[in-house]
C-alpha cells in the first residue's frame, strides 16, 4: 500500500511540468463572473480574467477561453423588457425562447467586454459558438477546428461558448464544462483548466457532508472517483455540478489532456497552477489508445 507522502512526492514531480503545457483551455462560469449579490457582470473579475490569459499568451501558449455568461448578461441588458423580474439566470422556470433571446443579446455584449478588456492588454479575441452537433458531425467538425487551427495560428485568442440561441436541449452540450473538454479534446490541448466556485474535488459534497476530504491529486479516473460526483456540488448561476466537471475530466484526461478543477475566486490561481503550484484538483492525463470524441457526446 503506497503511502501518502510518496504520492505528495509524485504529484509535486507532475504539477512541476505544467510550466511546459503549451495550449490551455480555460473554463470560466457565470458565477465567476456575475456579482453574487445583483446577478450582474463584476467587470473588475473579467478585466483580471483578461489580464492573466494575456500574459500567459504572453509567454508563448496558445489560450483558449470558454466562457458562459451569455444569458446572464442578455438578463442584465433586457432586465427592464422581461418586467424587472429577477431570477436564477440559467435556470429560471420562464420559456425557452426567453433564454435564448437573453443568450442571443448577451453573447454580443459579453464579446463586447471580452474585446475592450483584452484589447487593453494588446490581444485579439474571436468568437466561435458551437454546438453538440458541430462536432457530431464530421464536415462541420472538421471546419471547426480549421478555424480554431487558423485562429491559434495567427495569434488570436478564442473566446468559445455555446451557441445557445440554436441549441436547445436537442442539439446542446448543455453544459460548458463538457463544451471545454470537447474543445480540448479536438484541439489537443495539453491543460483545461475549469474556474469554478468550488475549491475542486471531495469524496462527498462539502456543502452537506463535514467529514467529505479533499481530493488535491487524480492519478486515474476510476469508478470510485466518479461516483464522487453522484451527490453535485452545484454553482448558483452556471449549469454544471460535480457530476457534469468529472464527465468533462473524462473526456479531457482519455483525450490525453490534464485537467484542474479550482476555485475561481483568485484569479492569479491561474498563473500558480502554471508554476506547479498545489492549486485545485489536478486530473492526470491518461490517454486512450483509439480515443473516439463521438463516444462521449451521444
Ligand atoms: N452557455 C450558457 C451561457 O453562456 C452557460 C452554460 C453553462 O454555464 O455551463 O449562458
Do not use: W
Amino acid at each position: 500500500m503506497e503511502t501518502r507522502a510518496v504520492t505528495t512526492e509524485r504529484e509535486t514531480a507532475y504539477r512541476k511540468q505544467l510550466k511546459n503545457r503549451k495550449r490551455i483551455v480555460v473554463k470560466v462560469g457565470s458565477s465567476s463572473l456575475l456579482h453574487p449579490e445583483t446577478g450582474r457582470l463584476d467587470y473588475h473579475r473579467i478585466d483580471l480574467l483578461a489580464r492573466e490569459l494575456s500574459d500567459l499568451k504572453n509567454q508563448g501558449k496558445d489560450i483558449i477561453l470558454v466562457s458562459s455568461g451569455a444569458t446572464a448578461a442578455g438578463r442584465e441588458v433586457l432586465r427592464s423588457a422581461l418586467g424587472g423580474l429577477r431570477e436564477h439566470p440559467v435556470h429560471g422556470s420562464r420559456p425557452i425562447t426567453e433564454k435564448q433571446a437573453c443568450a442571443a443579446v448577451g453573447q454580443a455584449r459579453l464579446m463586447m467586454i471580452y474585446q475592450k478588456f483584452f484589447d487593453d492588454y494588446n490581444q485579439t479575441t474571436a468568437q466561435v459558438l458551437m454546438t453538440r452537433d458541430t462536432v457530431a458531425d464530421v464536415l462541420s467538425k472538421y471546419n471547426l477546428t480549421n478555424t480554431f487551427s487558423e485562429l491559434l495560428a495567427m495569434d488570436v485568442i478564442p473566446i468559445v461558448n455555446e451557441n445557445d440561441s440554436v441549441a436547445t436541449i436537442e442539439f446542446s452540450v448543455g453544459d460548458n464544462d463538457n463544451l471545454s473538454a470537447i474543445v480540448a479534446a479536438l484541439l489537443g490541448a495539453d491543460l483545461l483548466i475549469l474556474l469554478s466556485d468550488i475549491d475542486g474535488l471531495y469524496t462527498d459534497d462539502p456543502r452537506r457532508s463535514a467529514d467529505a476530504e479533499f481530493i488535491p491529486f487524480v492519478e486515474k479516473m476510476d469508478g470510485e472517483i466518479l461516483s464522487m460526483g453522484k451527490g453535485s456540488t452545484g454553482s448558483s448561476s452556471g449549469t454544471g455540478g460535480m457530476s457534469t466537471k468529472l464527465h468533462a475530466g473524462l473526456i479531457a484526461t482519455r483525450s490525453g489532456c490534464d485537467m484542474v478543477i479550482v476555485n475561481a475566486s483568485r484569479l492569479h490561481v491561474l498563473h500558480e497552477i502554471i508554476e506547479g503550484e498545489r492549486r485545485g484538483t489536478l486530473f492526470c492525463a491518461d490517454r486512450e489508445e483509439d480515443f473516439d470524441l463521438r463516444d462521449y457526446i451521444e
